[in-house]
């Protein structure tokens, strides 16, 4: 059984950084093919890709939030961090990370996390 | 960026009936190479993390009722619910994973009339 799950701070102050980690299991981060990546989703909105991290550590970054994103893979604890500086109010969001299957230029999501939804406010 | 558009923004379909969800994108989404089209349909239902219904536009998830298909090639997309049960009422989004930045459209909201 795949599951996913994010956990992280609920509430960021403007200017912070937020850190959200997701924990894996069901599959291995070090298979051929998979990748996980990171959605988000403000309320009543639609979804936004952010980041994904390949099996073999090619990342993908969203370009319009490049200069904020990073993300980084633990695949002997199966954990994905997104690291993402300089919060602003505009990205109070559920953070969802999701299991990618294919490679390169192309992959899908197949199975997600719950969401953690993150409140930018002073 | 390929800008993917749904239509219609909201839906209301009788129990049984048959429920046409559109998608239109900016650029093709089908491969040369392979013949196949780079788009999948999610189902989101409220306070839950979007569903995997269908991929490569028409090859359904493992799992997924058999009353729920998907067509179309190119630029041009359609996910089909063949008779609307109670539990389909979500909001259903397209998405392309031809070339990054992965974009979804902007959903469409079923629900039973």
């Known amino acids: 059984q795949i599951t996913l799950k994010e956990s992280g701070p609920t509430l960021v102050k403007p200017t912070q950084t937020l850190a959200l980690t997701c924990t894996f299991s069901?599959?291995?981060?070090?298979?051929?093919?998979?990748?996980v990546g990171w959605l988000r989703q403000p309320p009543g909105k639609a979804l936004e890709w952010l980041a994904l991290i390949y099996w073999d550590g090619d990342e993908r970054y969203s370009p319009s939030l490049r200069t904020r994103l990073t993300i980084t893979k633990d695949t002997s604890r199966n954990q994905v961090v997104l690291t993402m500086t300089n919060m602003d109010p505009v990205d109070t969001a559920t953070y969802f990370c999701?299991?990618?299957?294919?490679?390169?230029?192309?992959?899908?999501?197949?199975?997600w996390g719950q969401g953690t939804l993150v409140t930018v406010s002073s | 960026d390929i800008v993917m558009t749904q239509s219609p923004d909201s839906l209301a379909v009788s129990l049984g009936e048959r429920a046409t969800i559109n998608c239109k994108s900016s650029q093709t989404l089908l491969y040369g190479s392979n013949n196949k089209n780079y788009l999948t349909w999610y189902q989101q239902k409220p306070g839950q993390p979007p569903k995997l219904l269908i991929y490569w536009a028409s090859t359904r998830e493992s799992g997924v009722p058999d009353r729920f298909s998907g067509s179309g090639s190119g630029t041009d997309f359609t996910l089909t619910i063949s008779s609307l049960q109670a539990e389909d009422v979500a909001v259903y989004y397209c998405?392309?994973?031809?070339?990054?930045?992965?974009?979804f459209g902007q959903g469409t909201k079923l629900e039973i009339k």
């Open positions: 069901g599959f291995s981060l070090s298979t051929s093919g998979v990748g």
């Open positions: 999701s299991r990618s299957l294919g490679g390169g230029n192309s992959c899908y999501f197949d199975h």
């Open positions: 998405h392309q994973f031809y070339s990054p930045p992965w974009t």
